[in-house]
C-alpha cells in the first residue's frame, strides 16, 4: 500500500522566521522575489516575516496580489521576476499568495498561456523557480502542497493546476505571524482548514498515515478556532490553528471531495474560498450519510457527538457562532446557470477522491442546499 507524501522541510513553531537567511542559502537562492499582498506590507507582518534578512539586504518585492489569484497578477509578478534577475521566491501570506507564487514559479521558466498546465501536470518540468514559503493565514495549507488554484480572471471558477514541482522547497511556519489577522478571516481560513482536514479524512483510498494527521488536524481546528477568532492575541490557539492547516495541508496529499468541487464553481463571485468551503460542508456532509457512514460516525466521535446526523448541524451552527453566513444567499450569491455549476462541479478532479461522487442531479441539489 502506498503512502505518498512529497513534503518540502517544514519549520514551525513561534521565531520560526529567524530560520530564513540559512534556508536561502541552502538553496543557494541570491535574488527573491518576494511576493505578497499590499494589507500585509501597510500591517507589518510583511516586515516581521523578513525581519531575520541581514540589515541592508534587500530584494525586488511584488505586493500586488489579489485576494483570489488571478492570471494578470501572476503575469505582472513574473514580468518583475525576468526583470530583476530573480533566482527563487519567498511567498509571504496566505493561499492566494502562496498559489500565485506556484504560478509565478511556473511562467518563470515556461510559455504563456497558463491555462495550457490544468489537466497536464507532464508540461511542467522542475525547471520551475524554487519557492519558500511563508504562511501568514492558517487555513488552505497550500505552503506544504502540490496544487494551485488559479482563476482566468476574477469572474471565472478557478482552474486547478497540479504538479510535484510545485511543493515549496521550505515552508516556515510561525504562528507569529498569523497574531493580527482579523476575525472575519481567522474564521474563514480556519474553517478551510478544517473542512481539508474533514475531507481528507472521508477521502476514498487506504492511507492510515494521512487519515491520522487528518483526524488531528480536525479536532484541533474545532477546538481553537473560536478561540482564535474571539482572541487574536491567543498564542496556544494561534499555534494550534496554524498546525491544523498545516495538517489540512498533509491531507491534501491524499484527496478531497465534493465540497473543495462546489468551493471551485462557487468562486466566480469573488467570494473568500473558506467561506464557501464553511457553507458548502454541512449539505455535503448530510449528502455521504448514504456513502460514508463509518468516517462519519468516527468524525462524530471526535468531536464528542452522539452520533453522525449531528454533523452537519454542529458545523452550521460553528459557522454562526464565528459569524459566517450558513448559505451563500446571505452573501448575495446567486447561480446564474445551475445546470452549468453543477456540470463543473461533475468535472471536477476532486470527484475522483470523494467518497462518492454526486450526480449532475445530486450536485443541483447540494449547490441550492449551499445557495439557500
Partial sequence: MPILLDLPKIHFDFGAVSSLPDELAELNIKRPLIVTDRNLVECGVLKKALSALPVGNTFPIFDEIPENPTVDGIEKACEVYLQEGCDGIVAVGGGSVIDSSKGIALRAAH????????????????????????????????EITFGAGIHTDPSTPSMNIRSP???????????????????????STGMDALGQCLEAYLARG???????????GAKR?????????????????????????????????????????????????????????????????????DYAADRLDDLATLLDLENRDQLPATI?????????????????????????????????????????????????????????
Fill in 111 to 142: 510559455p504563456a498561456p497558463i491555462s495550457q498546465y490544468e489537466g497536464h501536470s507532464e508540461k511542467i518540468t522542475e525547471s520551475t523557480a524554487p519557492i519558500i514559503s511563508i504562511p501568514t493565514t492558517a487555513g488552505t495549507g497550500s
Fill in 316 to 372: 452550521e451552527e460553528l459557522n454562526r457562532r464565528l459569524g459566517l453566513p450558513v448559505t451563500l444567499g446571505e452573501l448575495g450569491y446567486v447561480i446564474n446557470d445551475i445546470d452549468q455549476a453543477a456540470e463543473l462541479c461533475v468535472q471536477s478532479g476532486f470527484n475522483n477522491t470523494a467518497p462518492h461522487a454526486p450526480t449532475h442531479e445530486q450536485y443541483k441539489g447540494l449547490l441550492k442546499n449551499a445557495t439557500g
Fill in 165 to 187: 514541482h510545485f511543493v515549496p522547497k521550505v515552508a516556515i511556519c510561525d504562528p507569529d505571524l498569523t497574531m493580527t489577522l482579523p476575525p472575519s478571516l481567522t474564521a
Fill in 221 to 289: 481546528a474545532f477546538d481553537y478556532i473560536e478561540r482564535a477568532v474571539a482572541d487574536g492575541s491567543d498564542k496556544d490557539a494561534r499555534w494550534n490553528m496554524l498546525m491544523a492547516a498545516l495538517e489540512g495541508g498533509i491531507g491534501i496529499h491524499k484527496g478531497l471531495g465534493s465540497v473543495h468541487a462546489m468551493a471551485n464553481t462557487f468562486g466566480d463571485q469573488g467570494f473568500n474560498h473558506g467561506i464557501i468551503v464553511a457553507v458548502a460542508l454541512p449539505s455535503v456532509l448530510r449528502f455521504l450519510e
Fill in 206 to 216: 487506504k492511507n492510515p498515515v494521512i487519515d491520522a494527521i487528518a483526524l488531528n
